[in-house]
């Protein structure tokens, strides 16, 4: 037997935690009882699995994401640096400074 917490989402819920053969438990909207087996991640390159529950059918699958790179964070910064850049030109073309 296994409890399975997650953290409530509908209809497709994280996984929080797995407790294999507990001695104490309780059940509430955030804990799945359960006796089927855990699914194994698909091995896929350049991406990210989380375990994922169906609150509807308690059935485990995985959520496949693809992780932040270097390039995706520069990208973002340099966004940010040119509203940066246009306000402080806005600041200053206003006479404000």
């Keep these: ?49 989380t375990l994922m529950i169906d609150t509807n059918t308690n059935a485990l699958f995985y959520n496949y994401t693809r992780p932040e790179v270097l390039e995706d964070r520069v990208a973002k910064i340099a966004t940010q640096q040119d509203v940066i850049k246009t306000a402080i030109d806005d600041l200053i073309m206003g006479g404000v400074l």
């Design 1 to 49: 037997m296994k409890i399975i917490k997650h953290d409530g989402g509908k209809p497709h819920a994280l996984v929080l935690s797995i407790e294999h053969n507990p001695t104490d438990y309780e059940l509430n909207s955030t804990t799945i009882r359960t006796d089927m087996n855990i699914p194994l991640p698909e091995p896929i390159p350049g991406m990210d699995a």
